[in-house]
Structures are given as structure tokens and as C-alpha cells.
């Protein structure tokens, strides 16, 4: 009987799809799992922690809770990195804990079906395929699609060890 039931949400998700926010760095669109996002802020000043890897601009006090804000860009090895009216920062709500990522922009939710999932290629880059779930296309978009959850848990994030 379960079987069934999980073949019929399965084909839901399918006619569905799923639900992804998109944001820039550089000149590459990227997408999240929405359910992951808390909320989409203006970036403001972090409070920047000693011996804090690089890519970790510091912290921020939202609504009472410390959240610490993570560079994509310098994650990625962007070059170039300027900050601008369009700098925003995503607010994750990951493995019960509230972290925030700095993005280039957002520009919009998207939704894909299973057919405009391709799987992510393997190959030697500055994010590791492991990271990816996919290459989402639409039209003439390629989107970079981002386990989120994964890549904030990683040991070279050092974000849950040294937030507990």
C-alpha cells in the first residue's frame, strides 16, 4: 500500500516539478531548492570574525539570531567581486539552522520538470559536481543547479562545527 502511495506523490512531482530560486555570480545563473529559502535581504555590514575563512564575510543579527553570511563568489573563486545596489543576501534555513549566502542578484523562481533536468557533468571545477544536482535548462537559460543543503553542511564550510 505505501508503494502506491509514494508512486502517485512521485507522479505528482513529476507534472509539477520543482521549484527553484535563481541567482547570479558573475555572469552564470544558479538555482536553490525554494523550500530552502527563508527569506531574500538587501546586504547590510556583517560583523567580520577573526580567523573566519575567507569566504565567511561574518555575521549578522536577524531578529535576534546570529546568522552567518557565506560569499559565494569567494567560495567560487569569482573574480572581480563588487558590491552594488543589486547584492543581495539569501537567507537559508538549513539542517535547522539559519545561514545566509551573498549573491550577485535574484532574478526570479523557476519551475522544472523532470525533463529539463540534465544531470550535472563531471569535471574538475571551482564547485564540485558533488555540490550540483543538475544543469536545469529553459529555453536559452542554462541554470547551475546547487544541492544548497549539501554544500552549506560541507566540512570545508566549517559552518555547523563552529556554529554548535
Known amino acids: 500500500m505505501m508503494n502506491n502511495q509514494n ?15 535563481v541567482f547570479t555570480l558573475g555572469t552564470e545563473e544558479y538555482g536553490i531548492d525554494i523550500l530552502k529559502v527563508q527569506e ?3 546586504y547590510e555590514a556583517v ?12 555575521v549578522t543579527n536577524l531578529r535576534g539570531i546570529i546568522v552567518p553570511i557565506v560569499d559565494l563568489r569567494i567560495k567560487f573563486r569569482l573574480q572581480n567581486i563588487q558590491y552594488n545596489h543589486q547584492t543581495v543576501v539569501i537567507i ?18 523557476l519551475t522544472l520538470g523532470h525533463e529539463e533536468i540534465r544531470p550535472a557533468p563531471e569535471f574538475g571545477s571551482t564547485l564540485s559536481a558533488e555540490y550540483l ?3 536545469g535548462t529553459v529555453e536559452e537559460r542554462m541554470l547551475i543547479l546547487i ?4 554544500l552549506m553542511c560541507s566540512e570545508d564550510m ?5 556554529a554548535a
Open 158 to 162: 566549517a559552518l555547523f562545527e563552529s
Open 92 to 109: 537559508l534555513n538549513i539542517a535547522d539552522r539559519v545561514v545566509g549566502i551573498l549573491v550577485d542578484g535574484v532574478s526570479d523562481v
Open 7 to 21: 508512486t502517485v506523490e512521485a507522479a505528482q512531482d513529476d507534472t509539477e516539478g520543482q521549484k527553484f530560486l
Open 133 to 135: 544536482t543538475g544543469l
Open 40 to 42: 531574500i535581504r538587501d
Open 147 to 150: 544541492d544548497i543543503e549539501k
Open 47 to 58: 560583523t567580520r570574525i577573526a580567523h573566519a575563512p575567507e569566504f565567511i564575510k561574518g
